[in-house]
């Protein structure tokens, strides 16, 4: 193993607030490509007559590129220098964004995105391991709280920035709202991170990173195409490729001398049970968002910047309230830092399905997403730590990579979800007012009505006004049912979670005591609670 002479996890960096501006800054960009489609969406989808399928897909393939790539990029970037997977990132993001802005066709924009996904796939689960290679005690938990609520913040207020953007440019132009900070963020991270910290000499396992990119995006694949019409025969052989391929992942980890995903490790229940609680928490963030853009906008008729800046509140929230995880976790522990996290976001979703209707007042939109807000601001930090602590500093590639598959897959699948609910919906209680209408409808007006809102929306305009209210209304109804759905397995998907947490995360005396024995390199049960070292609530 190799380490960097100049700066070592109990001392920390030399000049940490730059090193860690710098790291945030690189998460900034991954964070903000990750929200600034979402507000475009009924804009891309009126340009190119697009189905509500093509539109999942455009707002999920930057979620499916970097949840796909986070687990191999980590371990490259663990053997190889993060420092360089970073630059590569930051990089490869510019052409990356041109193309999503400039794309003629939505599959060259659902390509665009993917492979801005990737580029983050390189830089983002480098941040991370850095913090936890250059940090370690109280001054790692602060600096995970800051760069957990930064990040959020930020995907928060991506919709903002975009919103601005699409009241004065063409819809291209939200792609382009990365591109100063990766700039910024590139110079930064060449002058200010270390080149070389902790990393390993071990072979990268790159048949389990080949496997690893296949699930995931086999399976997000198949998620977004269930509900599409006779694309059965297609949605099944994904699945039935997810699932050969995790269950070749499975024997490759199992096999490989160094695995690329530890299931020792990864067994650890401060350790498995952390990153499925993240994976729900972040995904009903990225849910709420995907769903909360176009109900804003289609039914509420809210301009690109209202809908943008009505989910300050989230944005808030979540930076002032992940620096506080910090002590709760200190105080309560991890377990109940979560479930506290979870109650928040389960009145967020409780909210917008019993308030969010055609017409409502502003602060029922604000409540659900400060709701939300306050719970992953109060569920990141927990989340992020408990994985970082329970892995040795060399394979800490292997926690950022699930950190960042808590925001990454959790999103990806949670807005495939909640889309393919969104389409499945919409389009039978589409059918169904089309039907009830008792008015002859060629087919193919009827397929353009039911494929998404803005397909109802562009067919209204050929009509005369008073078919076109008719229309619209139409489409708003079908739409408001549709999202019902979306909220409702946003509700079990959050109390299946705190299930989890609750049964199956260790409470506090457990957790500090099985952290320490992961630090020490021991796993017997006979370290005390004594020997625990305590974690300082942030500042």
């Given at each position: 193993?190799?380490?960097?002479?100049?700066?070592?996890?109990?001392?920390?960096?030399?000049?940490?607030?730059?090193?860690?501006?710098?790291?945030?800054?690189?998460a900034?960009v991954?964070?903000?490509?990750?929200a600034?489609?979402?507000?475009?969406?009924?804009?891309?989808?009126?340009?190119?007559?697009?189905?509500?399928?093509?539109?999942?897909?455009?707002?999920?393939?930057?979620?499916?590129?970097?949840?796909?790539?986070?687990?191999?990029?980590?371990?490259?970037?663990?053997?190889?220098?993060?420092?360089?997977?970073?630059?590569?990132?930051?990089?490869?993001?510019?052409?990356?964004?041109?193309?999503a802005?400039?794309?003629?066709?939505?599959?060259?924009?659902?390509?665009?995105?993917?492979?801005?996904?990737?580029?983050?796939?390189?830089?983002?689960?480098?941040?991370?391991?850095l913090?936890?290679?250059?940090?370690?005690?109280?001054?790692?938990?602060?600096?995970?709280?800051?760069?957990?609520?930064?990040?959020?913040?930020?995907?928060?207020?991506?919709?903002?920035?975009?919103?601005?953007?699409?009241?004065?440019?063409?819809?291209?132009?939200?792609?382009l709202?990365?591109?100063?900070?990766?700039?910024?963020?590139?110079?930064?991270?060449?002058?200010?991170?270390?080149?070389?910290?902790?990393?390993?000499t071990?072979?990268?396992?790159?048949?389990?990173?080949?496997?690893?990119?296949?699930?995931?995006?086999?399976?997000?694949?198949?998620?977004?195409?269930?509900?599409?019409?006779?694309?059965?025969?297609?949605?099944?052989?994904?699945?039935?490729?997810?699932?050969?391929?995790?269950?070749?992942?499975?024997?490759?980890?199992?096999?490989?001398?160094?695995?690329?995903?530890?299931?020792?490790t990864?067994?650890?229940?401060?350790?498995?049970?952390?990153?499925?609680?993240?994976?729900?928490?972040?995904?009903?963030?990225?849910?709420?968002?995907f769903?909360?853009?176009?109900?804003?906008?289609?039914?509420?008729?809210?301009?690109?910047?209202?809908?943008?800046?009505?989910?300050?509140?989230?944005?808030?929230?979540?930076?002032?309230?992940?620096?506080?995880?910090?002590?709760?976790?200190?105080?309560?522990?991890?377990?109940?830092?979560?479930?506290?996290?979870?109650?928040?976001?389960?009145?967020?979703?409780?909210?917008?399905?019993?308030?969010?209707?055609?017409?409502?007042?502003?602060?029922?939109?604000?409540?659900?997403?400060?709701?939300?807000?306050?719970?992953?601001?109060?569920?990141?930090?927990?989340?992020?730590?408990?994985?970082?602590?329970s892995?040795?500093?060399?394979?800490?590639?292997?926690?950022?990579?699930?950190?960042?598959?808590?925001?990454?897959?959790?999103?990806a699948?949670?807005?495939?979800?909640?889309?393919?609910?969104?389409?499945?919906?919409?389009?039978?209680?589409?059918?169904?007012?089309?039907?009830?209408?008792?008015?002859?409808?060629?087919?193919?007006?009827?397929?353009?009505?039911?494929?998404?809102?803005?397909?109802?929306?562009?067919?209204?305009?050929?009509?005369?006004?008073?078919?076109?209210?008719?229309?619209?209304?139409?489409?708003?109804?079908?739409?408001?049912?549709?999202?019902?759905?979306?909220?409702?397995?946003?509700?079990?998907?959050?109390?299946?979670?705190?299930?989890?947490?609750?049964?199956?995360?260790?409470?506090?005396?457990?957790?500090?005591?099985?952290?320490?024995?992961?630090?020490?390199?021991?796993?017997?049960?006979?370290?005390e609670?004594?020997?625990?070292?305590?974690?300082?609530?942030?500042?």
């Amino acid at each position: 193993m190799s380490a960097s002479t100049s700066s070592t996890p109990s001392q920390g960096p030399t000049r940490p607030a730059l090193v860690l501006a710098s790291l945030i800054a690189v998460a900034a960009v991954a964070n903000l490509g990750l929200a600034v489609a979402n507000v475009a969406l009924p804009s891309i989808g009126a340009h190119f007559d697009s189905s509500q399928t093509a539109l999942n897909l455009i707002a999920v393939g930057y979620s499916l590129g970097l949840a796909a790539s986070v687990l191999y990029f980590g371990a490259v970037g663990d053997r190889y220098g993060r420092k360089l997977l970073l630059a590569l990132g930051m990089i490869l993001t510019i052409p990356a964004d041109c193309l999503a802005a400039w794309a003629p066709s939505t599959g060259v924009l659902v390509g665009a995105r993917i492979l801005g996904g990737l580029a983050a796939g390189m830089a983002y689960p480098t941040t991370l391991a850095l913090i936890t290679a250059l940090w370690s005690g109280p001054a790692r938990t602060r600096a995970i709280a800051l760069w957990a609520a930064t990040g959020g913040a930020i995907s928060s207020l991506g919709p903002l920035c975009a919103g601005i953007l699409l009241s004065h440019f063409w819809w291209g132009s939200v792609f382009l709202l990365t591109l100063p900070l990766a700039f910024i963020a590139l110079a930064m991270a060449v002058l200010f991170v270390p080149g070389h910290v902790n990393e390993t000499t071990d072979p990268v396992d790159n048949l389990g990173g080949v496997l690893s990119i296949v699930l995931v995006g086999a399976l997000i694949l198949a998620i977004n195409f269930a509900p599409v019409p006779n694309e059965t025969a297609l949605t099944l052989s994904l699945f039935l490729i997810a699932a050969a391929a995790l269950v070749a992942f499975l024997i490759r980890q199992r096999r490989a001398r160094n695995p690329l995903y530890d299931l020792q490790t990864a067994a650890r229940p401060t350790f498995w049970v952390a990153a499925c609680a993240g994976l729900v928490v972040f995904g009903s963030l990225m849910g709420a968002m995907f769903i909360g853009q176009q109900f804003l906008q289609n039914v509420l008729g809210y301009s690109t910047v209202e809908a943008g800046a009505a989910i300050l509140p989230a944005a808030v929230l979540m930076v002032l309230v992940a620096p506080r995880s910090a002590k709760l976790i200190e105080r309560n522990g991890a377990r109940l830092t979560l479930l506290a996290g979870y109650v928040f976001v389960l009145l967020g979703f409780l909210t917008m399905l019993l308030l969010w209707k055609e017409g409502i007042d502003y602060w029922k939109v604000a409540l659900a997403y400060a709701f939300v807000g306050v719970g992953v601001g109060l569920a990141g930090t927990p989340a992020s730590h408990s994985l970082t602590g329970s892995v040795p500093v060399s394979r800490v590639g292997m926690a950022s990579g699930t950190a960042d598959l808590q925001r990454d897959l959790g999103g990806a699948i949670m807005q495939s979800i909640f889309g393919a609910l969104l389409t499945a919906g919409y389009a039978a209680a589409a059918g169904a007012l089309v039907d009830a209408s008792g008015k002859p409808i060629t087919s193919s007006v009827q397929s353009e009505l039911t494929k998404s809102f803005a397909s109802a929306a562009d067919t209204a305009t050929r009509y005369p006004p008073s078919v076109q209210q008719q229309i619209v209304a139409g489409a708003k109804s079908a739409f408001l049912k549709g999202d019902q759905w979306a909220y409702l397995a946003g509700i079990v998907a959050v109390v299946l979670g705190a299930a989890l947490v609750f049964f199956c995360f260790p409470k506090r005396e457990e957790e500090q005591r099985l952290l320490a024995s992961y630090a020490a390199g021991e796993t017997h049960e006979s370290v005390e609670p004594s020997a625990v070292p305590r974690l300082e609530p942030a500042t």
